[in-house]
């Protein structure tokens, strides 16, 4: 195994939703620079699968379900880490769900569950990682936001989401500067998921014909950066969104 960001060797990542999709990839990503990983998903399987697969890869891991959208549990997340190997060095804000509807038809319930995991849960995780975090007055935290912070049509519970998660990384990288944290985002455009596949084909070309790049993006395409956000090789990089979308407009 080729380390190729030093000072993630050996680093303690949690990545919540990590147990697929672009979750995986991202731990994928961070164990092939010999990071030792917390891989969760609310689906205690899934998450204990992939670590045992990830394992593999010559890595400690160690696997928990979480629903983050509930505190004790993403509480729970962090001291485990904490307890496994004594520090949390990186957090990554993936855990995301989307319930679409036009606004009209939108029930109370696929509005709130969709703010109650991809906003509350990110500052869930990001409040329990903090504790820990600031005593060694360094970490990097990472959360996923997306193009459709911009806004999409369908998707008012998501877009409103997402952007909530860029404002929270804004306000918290500012805030949490002077004690060595640094927060950022990366706001990922189309990306090839087992959820994107199951978009209809017709539509999927019309997308894709919109992106610059001409492809949908692959969950390495987000890690990559993610690895940069998350490493000293952005040392002096705070408050901030990467976009990675091939080009495509959005925000």
Not at 74 to 98: F, R, S, Y
Not at 119 to 146: E, Q
Request: net charge neutral; proline share 4%; glycine share 10%.
């Amino acid at each position: 195994m080729k380390t190729v960001i030093e000072d993630l060797k050996d680093a303690v990542v949690i990545v919540t939703g990590s147990g697929r999709g672009i979750g995986r990839g991202i731990a994928e990503q961070f164990a092939a620079q010999g990071s030792k990983l917390v891989i969760t998903d609310i689906d205690a399987a899934t998450a204990e699968q992939t670590a045992q697969e990830i394992a593999k890869m010559g890595v400690e891991t160690i696997s928990m379900a979480c629903d983050v959208s509930k505190y004790d549990q993403a509480e729970a997340l962090a001291n485990k880490a904490v307890e496994k190997w004594g520090k949390i060095d990186v957090l990554v804000n993936n855990a995301g769900i989307t319930m679409d509807g036009l606004f009209l038809r939108m029930k109370p319930d696929q509005w709130q569950k969709v703010i109650d995991i991809n906003l509350t849960g990110t500052y869930n995780c990001a409040h329990a990682a903090v504790n820990h975090m600031r005593k060694a007055r360094k970490g990097a935290i990472v959360n996923i936001s997306s193009i459709a912070a911009g806004g999409n049509p369908g998707q008012a519970n998501y877009s409103a989401s997402k952007a909530g998660v860029l404002g929270f990384t804004y306000a918290l990288g500012k805030e949490l500067a002077p004690m060595g944290i640094r927060v950022n985002a990366v706001a990922p455009g189309f990306i090839k998921t087992p959820m994107t596949d199951k978009i209809p084909e017709k539509l999927r070309e019309q997308m894709i014909a919109a992106i610059p790049l001409k492809r949908p993006g692959e969950p390495d395409d987000i890690a990559k950066v993610i690895l940069f956000l998350a490493s000293d090789l952005s040392a002096y990089v705070t408050a901030q969104c990467i976009h990675v979308n091939g080009g495509l407009a959005g925000l």
